[in-house]
């Protein structure tokens, strides 16, 4: 979903830039110690969306958490963020080594103007997985090879 809405911000005449976040990071701290000023032309800060895929499948540790929120509070007001995360906001932070109050400057940013789309069930990946190892209720095809 987030790919299409990507497509979709472009078709549109719009920059997008796509990071899964352990990507992002390694840019990030890479770029640590540049002045605020000179990030303004990385990708990650000068685009129309910025889309962080798989935030939460790890916890960040407390330089990473930092960053994130320079990243969201440079960009805040400037330019959109696209989120994916397999966690509610509420768990969040765990994600942002443990620390409450940074997490709710970053979720103070992110939700200022927001649309939350909150998807429940089964990822469609495992429900294609399930359905092509589950046995089918029809017997084999009149057609289909038969061990003699």
């Known amino acids: 979903m987030a790919a299409a809405l990507g497509v979709n911000a472009i078709k549109n005449g719009f920059s997008v830039a796509h990071f899964v976040l352990d990507d992002l990071m390694h840019v990030l701290k890479a ?10 032309a990385r990708r990650y800060f000068n685009c129309g969306l910025l889309i962080i895929d798989e935030v939460g499948f790890r916890p960040l540790d407390r330089m990473e958490a930092n960053l994130f929120f320079r990243l969201v509070s440079t960009r805040y007001e400037r330019g959109s963020i696209l989120l994916t995360s397999n966690k509610h906001v509420r768990d969040w932070p765990e994600i942002f080594a443990g620390d409450e109050i940074l997490t709710t400057a970053i979720l103070d940013r992110l939700l200022h103007h927001v649309a939350v789309i909150h998807i429940d069930g089964q ?26």
């Open 31 to 40: 770029d640590a110690t540049t002045p605020p000023a000179r990030l303004r």
């Open 123 to 148: 990822s469609y990946r495992l429900r294609e997985l399930g359905a092509l190892l589950s046995p089918t209720k029809e017997g084999p095809r009149a057609d289909s090879p038969r061990s003699n």
